[in-house]
């Protein structure tokens, strides 16, 4: 495979959400983190805990920083790698991308100059309501971003305006677009993931000490507190994916069908493979290659559902994917019309991708020449 417009534009954009990403998650953990350090100061009046809320509040400010700067050049990328998709969808992922500036930048950047610079300079109290509305900032910069990237896989609230390349989406329901089917889900996932992420950091940072025998009680409290987050938001992202899970089954079947590597439409779900050495008791024996496994048979698709997994979309049995193009069937009001605008998103999807191959064949062709008449 070439190294066309296409893929490059897909290597780039990959390259730098990736990259990107890695802020962002630890910014919102590391807004608990801080609330917790700074709650705990002003409860105890013990110092070292005012010391840990200066500590960790300046790695928040750089990795913050970071983020920023990183996310403009992601957002950049929208325009410049996928134009005819942005342009088709701009009316509708703008407004949330908006929504964000609003809503999360202003309230961050208002209150982040006194949560940094302002220990000495305003009342503890006020230092501690500076460092809530720095935390809640980084919250709702999740909130609209999960709701603009949810919006892309579950689509609601909108209508399809014009037609070939002139089309674009058009809001006809603020409310329905932010709560699309999949929002809530993906927003409690993404938030317990980055109170996941900045309980680890800051037990990697305090065992560090730890180990070294430096700040001895700095370490010890840093790492409780982080083993307390990190354990809670595990445990609740159990809860949190399973739901999640759900709603792809129902509104993804093909997404789940790759997921699991699901090929064939069952009555039961997907098997489990585990690779081991001697397989024995009741899971029998199966070979993949020259690799031997062991099959317990409907293990993940029991993630959709609470009982024993015959049906994981409900109404019928599973999608496999070499059955698909399929798309669920709902008895709900108004799903004709979603699945209609949701394959018009993706033939424009696929009117971009082959507008940009062609492009590039024609970049190509036009240096042929040049050279040739060279």
């Known amino acids: 495979m070439g190294l066309d417009v296409v893929l490059l534009s897909r290597i780039q954009f990959a390259l730098t959400i990736m990259f990107h990403y890695l802020f962002p998650p630890l910014s919102i953990g590391l807004g608990l983190i801080l609330v917790i350090t700074e709650g705990m100061y002003l409860r105890t009046g013990n110092r070292i805990y005012e010391d840990m809320a ?26 410049t790698n996928w134009s005819t998709y942005a342009r088709f969808v701009g009316d509708v992922f703008g407004s949330a991308l908006a929504a964000e500036g609003v809503f999360a930048f202003f309230l961050e950047s208002g209150f982040l100059a006194v949560l940094v610079f302002g220990w000495e300079r305003v009342s503890a109290g006020m230092h501690f309501f500076a460092t809530c509305m720095v935390a809640l900032g980084a919250t709702f910069s999740a909130i609209w ?91 609740a992202q159990l809860i949190s994916g399973h739901l ?67 049906h994981v979309f409900r109404d019928r049995p599973p999608v496999g994917w070499g059955d698909l193009p399929v798309l669920p069937h709902h008895d709900r009001a108004g799903d004709v019309q979603h699945r209609s605008d949701t394959l018009r998103l993706l033939s424009a999807l696929a009117e971009e991708a082959l507008r940009q191959r062609l492009a590039d064949a024609h970049l190509r062709t036009g240096r042929a020449i040049a050279v040739f008449r060279q």
């Open 54 to 79: 200066r500590f960790w509040t300046r790695i928040f400010a750089v990795n913050l920083a970071v983020g920023v700067a990183t996310g403009i050049v992601m957002e950049f990328e929208f325009g």
């Open 145 to 235: 971003i999960v709701v603009a990237n949810s919006w892309q896989q579950t689509p609601a609230g909108f209508h399809i305006v014009g037609t070939g390349p002139t089309a674009r989406a058009e809001i006809t329901d603020f409310w329905a677009m932010v709560f699309n089917p999949s929002t809530v889900h993906r927003l409690g996932h993404v938030i317990l993931g980055g109170y996941i992420l900045a309980g680890f950091f800051v037990m990697s940072v305090a065992a560090f000490y730890i180990l070294r025998g430096r700040h001895s009680e700095f370490s010890r409290k840093s790492f409780a507190i982080g083993l307390a987050v990190a354990t809670l938001a595990s445990l």
């Open 244 to 310: 999640q899970g759900k709603v792809i089954s129902r509104y993804q079947p093909a997404k789940l069908a790759a997921f699991e590597g699901h090929f064939k439409t069952e009555d039961h779900g997907t098997e489990l493979f585990l690779r081991c050495a001697r397989c024995s008791g009741t899971t029998r024996k199966v070979r993949s290659g020259d690799s031997r496994h062991t099959e317990f048979s409907g293990v993940r698709g029991f993630e959709p559902t609470r009982a024993r997994p015959r």
